[in-house]
């Protein structure tokens, strides 16, 4: 069977500040199961990039093997896009965006991708603090292969085989935070009103973005029993506190009571507020944060928002004093310095 998605669009549709709409920032009609979560993640990436006025052209998507790394074809159409190995897309997404920094790298895995075959890609590209949004779509198995538990399945976890998870789960947003990434944040799948301010705010953000997503499958892994599934989240889930994101283009105001929210801003000038729940609860302190996640987790809760977030944590062109032109641009004469140069160095392993 083959699908179409229709040409015909209402004429006033709304437009971004580069006269597009909606539809520029889609990709093509998703063959994902009907219902899945990875669907909702791609709907809040395509509304995220059209409100925050993103040029298609200067965006990179990268992804690995799963499901999840199926879902860039279903986004952004007009975009870059590399479809690396199994595990391996922060190595692409390393080498990519050495040669030009210029453009917005947006990562999308899954728990296998991720957790499993490229955790230690994982581990490597948070600590050199690549500039970039690293999203997983974490359902806690691997659709792609009949529904086997995953690395982040919980323990005693129980998908549609019936049969309780025996293992410890890798909880991903505390090995982020453990290793350095400066933005750390969990979403759910259902819960647009947050994923979508968490995405903007992470594409805005300087430096390694890590954004776990639950997002339930549908067909191997929506039980009651579950600690992924859509009836388990939604009755365990507690957030950070709301959230809103305020490009820096736009008027920064809210409407808030003295003390019920904390404002937290970006390299560009953005603004984060988060009308916090918990006045507990300081996104600034990353020891916290892991504690918040494990005591969550404790009360078999699900601890979404945003956890975490360094504004002054440096990215890795800044730690390595990279030229600011893409690799491309650069001419014979910023390539090849000269023998004078080569002599200097020589001389200097003398």
Same mark, same amino acid.
């Given at each position: 069977m083959s699908y179409i998605r229709p040409h015909f669009r209402h004429p006033e549709q709304p437009v971004n500040d580069l006269g597009y709409t909606r539809r520029h920032y889609e990709g093509s009609l998703s063959t994902l199961?009907?219902?899945?979560?990875?669907?909702?993640?791609?709907?809040?990436?395509?509304?995220?990039?059209f409100e925050l006025s993103l040029p298609p052209h200067k965006i990179a998507k990268l992804s #690995? &093997?799963?499901?999840?790394?199926? +879902?860039?074809?279903?986004? =952004? @159409?007009?975009?870059?896009?590399?479809?690396?190995?199994?595990?391996?897309?922060?190595?692409?997404?390393?080498?990519?965006?050495?040669?030009?920094?210029?453009?917005?790298?947006? #990562? &999308?895995?899954?728990?296998?991708? +991720?957790?499993?075959?490229? =955790? @230690?890609?994982f581990a490597h590209v948070i600590r050199r603090g690549l500039n970039m949004l690293y999203l997983v779509a974490n359902n806690g198995c691997y659709g792609l292969t009949k529904g086997q538990d995953s690395a982040t399945a919980d323990r005693g976890?129980?998908?549609?085989?019936?049969?309780?998870?025996?293992?410890?789960?890798?909880?991903?947003?505390?090995?982020?935070?453990?290793?350095?990434?400066?933005?750390?944040?969990?979403?759910?799948?259902?819960?647009?009103?947050?994923?979508?301010?968490?995405?903007k705010a992470a594409l805005c953000h300087k430096g390694f973005a890590f954004i776990d997503v639950i997002s339930p499958c549908v067909t191997f892994n929506n039980t009651s029993?579950?600690?992924?599934?859509?009836?388990?989240?939604?009755?365990?889930?507690?957030?950070?506190?709301?959230?809103?994101?305020?490009?820096?283009?736009?008027?920064?105001?809210?409407?808030?009571?003295?003390?019920s929210s904390q404002e937290i801003t970006l390299h560009d000038g953005s603004v984060i507020h988060l009308y916090k729940k918990n006045g507990a609860l300081h996104q600034h302190d990353r020891n916290q944060a892991i504690r918040n996640l494990q005591t969550h987790r404790e009360q078999e809760q699900i601890l979404t928002g945003l956890l975490y977030l360094d504004p002054d944590h440096c990215e890795f062109h800044d730690t390595l004093g990279t030229v600011k032109q893409p690799l491309r641009d650069l001419g014979e004469g910023d390539l090849c310095p000269g023998s004078r140069a080569l002599e200097a160095i020589n001389a200097s392993l003398r």
């Open positions: 199961c009907a219902g899945c979560g990875h669907d909702s993640v791609s709907a809040a990436i395509i509304q995220a990039c #690995g &093997i799963g499901c999840s790394s199926k +879902t860039p074809t279903y986004f =952004l @159409g007009k975009s870059h896009g590399f479809n690396s190995v199994h595990g391996r897309m922060p190595s692409v997404a390393t080498g990519a965006n050495l040669a030009n920094r210029e453009m917005i790298y947006i #990562g &999308i895995s899954g728990d296998g991708d +991720t957790a499993s075959i490229g =955790l @230690g890609q976890s129980v998908s549609r085989k019936g049969v309780p998870n025996p293992f410890e789960a890798i909880d991903l947003c505390t090995m982020a935070l453990q290793t350095g990434a400066s933005f750390v944040a969990r979403g759910f799948s259902g819960d647009k009103a947050q994923l979508e301010p968490l995405i029993r579950s600690s992924m599934g859509y009836e388990f989240v939604r009755d365990h889930i507690d957030a950070t506190g709301k959230m809103d994101f305020v490009p820096l283009r736009q008027e920064i105001s809210a409407n808030y009571e003295p003390g």
